[in-house]
């Protein structure tokens, strides 16, 4: 197959050398475990004393990972991405903000985010997570209710608690589905999942009649999984939807091997990379062997899944832009893939969240966690980066 992810002048065209030189101190910083360690676990409590370090987290981890604080600041960004063919998923990045008042809010902000992704040529999705619109013990109850004998539906003020969040979901999808704008709804911790599940196949039951608005994400990091993609299908099939559907490994491996041995229970998670691996290799292949009735993402940084993906498109003769099958990568990682994805026509964007610092910490710590040496990535683009920065120095 005619691509290759080592193009570093594709890769990094839209970034200055100064940005790019931004980008390798940070990535150099995250080499570092310990530092990550103490730099997770100590900046949300910084943050709340009020001590003065937004302007070094503005500087850094933010500019790399985050598009903006405002939806403005982030249009910019999402403008110079399109100027490569890359497209855009906006998400509104704010996490751990309970209460009713929040959860209103927050539907406002979506509803914003899709009428400004709507006057866009490169915005097709936004992102959301549930838990920005539910109270995340509510979600914990009702993923338990099926086992509590008497269960929510003894709990009035509950279901009523409940009905709201439908209602929001509802709302966003409608606009979403008026202005042609994909809602991808993010997979979070397994303890709180199977309700995000249930609502997002109730939305998709609604809105995926003609077309996919409405998208689940599945976690291939859980060894049930692969099956649960192949349920939603049937359920699809029957219930005559079509099935959206965003392909990762997963975000909270520790915390929920953690939990897991804490409570004695059976971990979710798949005993080692390998079989993560390969479910999510087959899940990429079910997904591309149904085109007809399943749209995918696929959303991962590993370079293997990208290009197993792109040639099981060349293999079978799908045409790169094929409106059912997209890639995604986050914003600040793994440029290589993205633009050199885009560069040979298939469907690619970069997932870009923004919100006010505070409130996106939790999104950028998982971003420094998952950037450490021990996960890999890290020595990756920094070796890409030190390429493209040589190169241009002639
Ligand atoms: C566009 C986009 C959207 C995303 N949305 C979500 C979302 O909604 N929910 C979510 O949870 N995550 C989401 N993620 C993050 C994603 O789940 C991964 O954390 C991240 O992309 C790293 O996985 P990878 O496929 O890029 O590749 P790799 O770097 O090859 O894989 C790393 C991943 O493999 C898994 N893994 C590592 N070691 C082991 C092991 N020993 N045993 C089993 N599994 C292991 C873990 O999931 C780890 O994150 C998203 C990522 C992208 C690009």
């Given at each position: ?13 839209y970034?200055?050398d ?6 390798r101190?940070?990535?150099k ?6 530092f ?18 937004h ?48 959860y ?18 490169n ?34 003020a509950?279901i ?38 249930r609502?997002?196949?109730?939305m ?11 998208y ?34 997963g ?8 939990r ?17 691996d ?34 099981l ?78 190169r241009?120095k002639?």
């Open positions: 197959m005619n691509i290759s992810f080592d193009n570093t002048e594709n890769a990094f065209a970034k200055s100064k940005e790019l030189k931004g980008a101190f940070l990535f910083t995250m080499e570092y475990p310990w990550v360690q103490v730099g997770t676990r100590l900046t949300p409590f910084i943050m709340k004393t009020g001590l003065p370090v302007g070094i987290i503005r500087k850094t981890i933010f500019k790399q990972f985050v598009g903006g604080e405002t939806l403005e600041e982030t249009a910019e960004v999402g403008a110079i991405l399109g100027k490569y063919g890359v497209q855009v998923i906006l998400d509104y990045g704010v996490e751990g903000k309970e209460g009713e008042e929040n209103e809010n927050a539907t406002d902000v979506f509803i914003q985010v899709i009428n400004y992704a709507a006057t866009q040529s915005i097709p999705f936004i992102s959301i997570k549930v838990t920005g619109l539910a109270r995340f013990g509510l979600l914990q109850t009702l993923n338990e209710a099926p086992r509590l004998r008497s269960g929510i539906h003894d709990h009035e509950e009523a608690e409940w009905d709201r969040v439908r209602e929001r979901m509802y709302t966003i999808c409608e606009v979403a589905a008026e202005k042609n704008i994909g809602v991808l709804i993010d997979a979070e911790e397994s303890w709180i999942q199977d309700p995000v599940d609502l997002t196949i109730e998709m039951e609604i809105f995926n009649k003609e077309k996919v608005i409405v689940n994400t599945i976690q291939l990091y859980r060894h049930d999984r692969l099956h649960f993609l192949k349920l939603s299908h049937k359920i699809a099939q029957q219930q005559g939807f079509k099935l959206g559907i965003k392909l990762v490994r975000a909270y491996m520790e915390k929920e091997r953690e897991a041995y804490d409570k004695g229970y059976e971990s979710p998670i798949q005993a080692d990379k390998v079989s993560t390969k479910d999510y290799n087959d899940s990429v292949q079910y997904c591309i062997e149904n085109l007809n009735d399943i749209s995918v993402i696929v959303a991962s940084h590993n370079e293997e899944s990208n290009l197993f993906a792109a040639g498109m060349e293999e079978k003769g799908i045409p790169h832009n094929h409106p059912h099958i997209h890639f995604s990568q986050l914003f600040g990682m793994s440029d290589s893939i993205t633009f050199n994805l885009a560069k040979e026509g298939f469907n690619v964007s970069k997932y870009l969240p923004f919100g006010p610092i505070r409130d996106v910490v939790p999104y950028l710590m998982r971003r420094a966690q998952e950037n450490t040496s021990v996960s890999g990535q890290t020595g990756r683009e920094l070796s890409l980066i030190k390429k493209e920065l040589e241009r002639g």
